[in-house]
């Protein structure tokens, strides 16, 4: 047994332990977490800058490694926020008794192990750790090497609160930051019952490629706004500014614009000045092309930019026919995450809802509203992309499974 | 493009087209199935006897490939019970109006594309099909090379009446039964959302290692029974014998047996001439060997008869110390499937039930009862022993995912 796996078991070993804990007994554990980690917080800044010294400041990454006294203070908040949520372990989903007198339930219970491999940002430690405790759930975590001496100063914090708790400390284990050890990981069915991989596509692709273990994916997000003939212009306009400037970066955001071909003028003409005011750049297609000549930012669209994920000030119009023809192109280019339709015509926003096939679908909102905590589950994992187990925001409700109960007096088959 | 991927892809295309039908089209369709299969059985029978006459009959593999009239009535029966079903798609599953006045649904739809890789049984191509057609997911399947001329006997019959229906043949696709093109199958990630192996260890395993398509698992039971000191020994013993001999070749039977070391001697004493009756060898440990000696079918337990699934008249045997010890030894044995106590003892039985990690668990009952009709949810599609997703009896319940649908008027974030 490699060491790696030898921690690996040890986590699932303690995995019961946590479980025979109260709800109380967890919650009082993650606020007890919140005020150590401000306590001790000099001792994670100082291990934090012996990562960031070896970093190039110039580096997007260097800022994605850094803590501040302010990043620690919202990590705190953020795990009492997810001390005040429900735990989702222990809801009874259904209740029944059969014929023969036997008495089902389907309770939700803990996963038991989960595991997690994620990149730079080591408040993801403290994130998937507090979600696994407040769940009762074990977990083993591997960090990036470029972050693995403000991890390991996090894990210290969290495994103090652990003892004082009467935990065994390979409730919450860092395994080593070397690349190589992911392959244990990959293998270890029989200890780990879900891996989540979090950051860059690549790192997700490769966990889907090799694990074993069942992944949960949180993907990348190409949106799709669909602005119909009936759509209030106003509104319109509002929502596709919003879906794509308030935060480029991320998921929700739009990366493509399909608007109706008999409000095209209109419209367009009006997005113009308001997208351009954050000097959006715009790859259009031919008939886009002709309405927004003139457009400082314009491009013309290669096919590669419909199915793009931006994830910066730029984005991809189209002009369709129809309802039909916008539900045609999302299904050949989305990537399921969000997709929203804007119109005044209920008839076609029904359609399009049904139609479309993603995690979330809107009518007259922004896909920027898909997220744990604006959904109102609490801090989430990522978006699941996926159509297993969690879709959409995969926040704390998702950190169960499922197990029958059944109590008899003797029956047989 | 191979000429299978070319196959897949139609089957999506087509499944759009599939989720637009009524539940009420979609029960009729199933019951039209049922009549057609009964009016054509000669054309299903021909075939499948050309698929026989390559086969050895001694073997046992020809037995499950053989279809009968009494089969082909079962599988129709079957067709109409999956027709009575509940559709679960559809279901509102979750529905909040946030802050903002944007109005949340969380809603059950069917998971798009279901692909299924299985081995002999023709009646696995109807099974399949008909849960499919129920809950609106399009398929495609993968049987096996032997029973290739009955299953495209079965899906002429099922294409003609998805034809009736105004629905693409593609809605259920049969691929080539070669073996090459699973490997088309484990890559279609952009257009198959699940695949659900069917048939041995082997054909799950190698499906498990390869498919970049999320997998559905349901795989062997190493199930225990734990007669605990306050057991009624009359309902221990009727269980114990019910749970080994009711149907020995199926994951839901019991292949060890724990005997809590204070009654080990009146209830194995009990115990003995009841399985005599059924010739059932035993593997016992050596506390249990002691008791058992005289036993005609007694042998020696070694370490490799804890954790074998039997699926014979065979068990394994062990006395344990108490609910602890009986509990370690099944968190390490255990696949995860099926567990038992029996005991009159409620505090040990609730104990038990919380503590032991599997899909069911049951107190005074036999574990034969693993099985989604008993359970109320109709056919399964086998009994899950993974966390995600489905756990226990996979059934139609399951086969769907999914879906945020947000209603709003401009609102952005």
Do not use: Y
């Given at each position: 047994m490699s060491t790696t796996i030898t921690q690996i078991k040890k986590a699932y070993d303690a995995a019961p332990r946590l479980r025979a804990m109260s709800d109380k007994q967890l919650r009082q554990m993650l606020l007890m977490l919140a005020d150590e980690l401000e306590k001790q917080q000099k001792s994670l800044l100082k291990a934090n800058s012996l990562d960031l010294a070896k970093q190039d400041p110039g580096n997007p990454r260097t800022d994605r490694l850094r803590l501040d006294e302010k990043r620690v203070r919202a990590i705190a908040q953020s795990i009492r926020k997810v001390s005040r949520l429900p735990n989702p372990a222990g809801r009874i989903l259904e209740k029944r008794t059969l014929n023969n007198g036997l008495r089902l339930e389907k309770v939700a219970v803990p996963l038991g192990v989960v595991g997690a491999i994620y990149e730079s940002r080591p408040n993801v430690t403290f994130d998937i750790a507090s979600l696994c405790l407040r769940s009762g759930n074990a977990c083993v975590l591997k960090g990036s090497s470029e972050a693995d001496h403000s991890n390991r100063a996090a894990i210290r914090i969290i495994q103090q609160v652990l003892r004082k708790n009467g935990l065994p400390a390979a409730v919450v284990t860092l395994l080593p930051s070397e690349r190589e050890i992911v392959q244990d990981l990959f293998t270890a069915t029989q200890y780990v019952d879900v891996l989540i991989p979090r950051g860059s596509d690549e790192l997700i692709r490769f966990v889907r490629q090799n694990?074993?273990?069942?992944?949960?994916?949180?993907?990348?997000?190409?949106c799709h706004v669909y602005v119909e003939r009936k759509a209030d212009i106003g509104k319109a306009v509002k929502i596709v500014v919003n879906a794509k400037v308030s935060r480029p970066s991320v998921c929700n955001a739009m990366d493509a614009l399909l608007v109706d071909e008999s409000i095209a003028n209109t419209f367009l003409r009006q997005l113009q000045p308001a997208l351009g005011q954050y000097q959006v750049e715009i790859f259009a297609d031919p008939a886009a092309y002709k309405i927004l000549k003139g457009y400082p930012h314009l491009k013309k669209a290669t096919l590669a930019d419909?199915?793009?994920?931006?994830?910066?000030?730029k984005c991809a119009v189209k002009i369709v026919k129809d309802a039909g023809d916008a539900i045609i192109h999302i299904r050949k280019y989305s990537t399921k995450h969000s997709e929203a339709i804007v119109t005044e015509d209920k008839k076609q926003a029904e359609y399009f809802l049904r139609e479309v096939d993603a995690a979330a679908v809107y009518h007259n909102a922004s896909t920027r509203f898909t997220d744990g905590e604006e959904f109102g589950?609490?801090?989430?994992?990522?978006i699941s992309t996926q159509k297993l187990h969690a879709r959409g925001p995969f926040a704390l409700e998702k950190l169960v499974t499922e197990k029958w109960v059944i109590r008899g007096n003797g029956q047989v088959r």
């Open positions: 694990s074993l273990v069942p992944v949960i994916e949180t993907g990348a997000g190409v419909f199915g793009r994920e931006f994830l910066d000030l589950l609490g801090a989430e994992i990522g």
